[in-house]
């Protein structure tokens, strides 16, 4: 709002500097980090992104004084300004930005990422929620602009993902509560509807096979009872913050992942496992830890075991020059370092046989393959 007035009433257009570092190092009143980004509006090179960040800064303050407040999604931001973005991301790139500038995450400009995590197995989980019991108008507000609206508590049903299937992770409540406000529940073992004790998180790049384990219903097997999640691809903050919940609250969990043979399958489990810099000032604290997070594959003596049984040669995909690039630059990245020797004796494998393998080549040699293989490899402990 600042920035419209100076512009409307003075012809100023102020600076915009948007702070390298982490959400807790942009909060008012925090030193803020010395290395920055500007976005002048008379510079030609910025003068187009600064006028994202006042279109976006409109949106976001329309959702935070409307009256109850009201929430987008990040898709929702993107075709509301569709003019203004060349692509998604571009759009996203942007909301960040402002949560930097802001010192606040996305969910608390009102700004929601699409949910696509999914949870299932052996866990069930409700959120305590507060609830206004008088609505916000001019009346209830005192001179400073305050709400003397009360909240009462509020408690959602149970989501039981034992019973009732893969279940949604909805950022608005896995971002915007406090940890304590969050309820999980597993099995012991003992009096919970004869349901086995989970021993693993399994953490699956890709939603097909998440939905083949779970149809076979792994999560059930005495070798491999487990906890189920997938984000669809790379992660988005609301299911790293519930992989990061689920193993904090049990640290008996062994939490292993499973990925693609090729460097973004093993990209993806990294997101969970370390911090990502492009998120860092949101996902803070919301990684599991490469001491905690295991990588069971695809890796190389599994490529190899498959060219003993004799998959079609068309399985064994080529690496391509994006693909070398990728490695090379995860080979380099200081990630690396803080892991296992193991890990980039893989990486630097990919590059030397350059090829790669999708998990659902698995299925070539049978449905139930892909299962017997996870639950195979569960029971040998077989992970870096």
């Known amino acids: 709002m600042s920035i419209v007035k100076s512009i409307m009433w003075r012809g100023e257009a102020p600076m915009l500097r948007v702070y390298e570092g ?13 290395s920055y980004r500007k976005y002048s509006l008379t510079d030609e090179r910025t003068s187009h992104k600064y006028s994202q960040c006042v279109a976006v800064s409109k949106i976001i303050l329309e959702l935070q004084t409307s009256n109850p407040p009201r929430t987008m999604s990040q898709r929702d931001v993107y075709y509301a300004l569709k003019s203004m973005f060349r692509k998604q991301a571009e759009c996203n790139a942007i909301i960040l930005d402002l949560g930097l500038m802001l010192g606040l995450r996305r969910h608390e400009m009102g700004i929601l990422a699409q949910a696509k995590g999914l949870v299932a197995g052996l866990i069930r989980y409700r959120f305590h929620a507060k609830a206004k019991t008088n609505s916000m108008d001019e009346d209830s507000k005192d001179e400073d602009g305050n709400s003397d609206a009360e909240f009462e508590p509020s408690v959602s049903a149970w989501t039981d993902c034992t019973s009732s299937g893969p279940a949604l992770i909805h950022s608005q409540h896995w971002l915007s509560l406090d940890e304590d406000d969050i309820e999980i529940q597993l099995p012991t073992g003992i009096t919970d509807r004869h349901l086995p ?40 903050v609301a299911t790293r913050r519930a992989v990061s919940l689920i193993a904090q609250r049990y640290p008996s969990l062994t939490v292993v992942g499973v990925a693609d043979y090729n460097t973004h399958g093993l990209a993806v489990l990294l997101t969970y496992m370390l911090p990502s810099a492009a998120t860092a000032h949101e996902a803070r604290g919301f990684s599991v830890g490469g001491d905690r997070m295991h990588w069971m594959g695809m890796r190389t003596k599994h490529i190899e075991d498959l060219r003993r049984r004799q998959l079609d040669e068309s399985h064994f995909q080529p690496f391509s020059e994006n693909d070398a690039k990728h490695a090379n630059a995860l080979l380099r990245s200081p990630k690396l370092d803080k892991l296992p020797d193991e890990f980039r004796n893989e990486v630097e494998c990919m590059l030397e046989m350059r090829c790669k393998v999708e998990l659902e ?24």
């Open 197 to 236: 004790k989970p021993l693993f998180l399994l953490v699956v790049e890709k939603e097909g096979i998440f939905q083949r384990l779970v149809e076979d219903q792994i999560f059930l097997n005495k070798i491999s009872p487990s906890i189920l999640i997938t984000a669809c691809g790379y992660p988005d």
């Open 361 to 384: 080549s698995l299925y070539a040699l049978g449905l139930e393959v892909c299962s017997e293989w996870v639950q195979n490899s569960l029971q040998d402990l077989d992970w870096i």
């Open 22 to 34: 982490s959400l807790v190092e942009n909060r008012p009143g925090a030193n803020a980090p010395a």
